[in-house]
């Protein structure tokens, strides 16, 4: 439990649990209470909190792939590549990364005049549900939304992406089948992870204003919340 990878899945771990702590508990309060309301301050802190904690688990997963790169491509020289303080700075520079990201979603947001109905049509107060209550132009959150979006999501991706070409052409190098499927395996639970919570985060925070739908936009918000943190633990240790 020592190794790299464990390390980082225990720091996955530590934020999905946060992630739903920070909107489920509002959630069925909402449901057993009639008045179903957040003070401004809550609502504030709650966006501020999942968003540091969504970016974080963004950048995370990508560490988690060079992680996979290394110790498949560079197996030789994986203790030091990933030794201890390597994985402890590289997960520094996440929780920076996710701070300052959540940071300038959450300020620009804020700024707006909302002047009401106080309304949110979603069941936590989420960027693209929160800007619809402005009574003000919000292109330039829109446009910000996109540019962070890509830094914070595409960007990530596209390194995990990166990674697993590198992983698969040194995959078929492997003369033996056993070998092969061995080397797979490792990134089998990875690539699962990834795929459940990338794609629901790309369509809420890299698409279109006119693309907005309050409804999707729930069922979407459930699936990389809850559903991903749930089916996580199942994933790794069933691979473990």
């Not at 009401?116 to 989420?126: A, L, S, W």
């Not at 929160?130 to 991706?157: E, H, R, W, Y």
């Amino acid at each position: 439990l020592h190794e790299p990878m464990y390390y980082l899945l225990s720091i996955l771990s530590l934020v999905d649990m946060s992630y739903v702590t920070t909107t489920m508990p509002q959630m069925l309060v909402n449901m057993v209470c009639p008045r179903m309301t957040i003070s401004w301050g809550a609502c504030v802190a709650q966006m501020f909190i999942f968003l540091v904690l969504g970016i974080a688990e963004c950048v995370l997963y990508a560490i988690m792939a060079y992680d996979r790169y290394v110790a498949i491509c560079f197996p030789l020289h994986y203790t030091l590549l990933m030794s201890r303080p390597v994985c402890i700075k590289m997960v520094t520079v996440c929780w920076s990364i996710s701070i300052a990201g959540a940071l300038i979603y959450t300020v620009f947001t804020m700024r707006l005049p909302y002047c009401g109905p106080h309304k949110i049509n979603h069941f936590f107060c989420e960027v693209p549900a929160v800007l619809k209550l402005a009574c003000a132009d919000t292109s330039l959150n829109d446009q910000l939304g996109f540019i962070l979006g890509f830094i914070l999501i595409f960007v990530p991706l596209s390194l995990i992406l990166a990674s697993y070409i590198r992983i698969f052409i040194s995959i078929l190098r492997i003369r033996s089948s056993q070998g092969r499927f061995k080397s797979f395996s490792t990134c089998a639970s990875h690539v699962t992870v990834v795929t459940m919570f990338y794609g629901p985060g790309m369509i809420m925070y890299m698409r279109p204003d006119s693309w907005y739908n309050p409804e999707r936009d729930k069922k979407l918000a459930l699936f990389y919340n809850v559903v991903s943190a749930f089916l996580n633990p199942i994933v790794y240790c069933i691979r473990t």
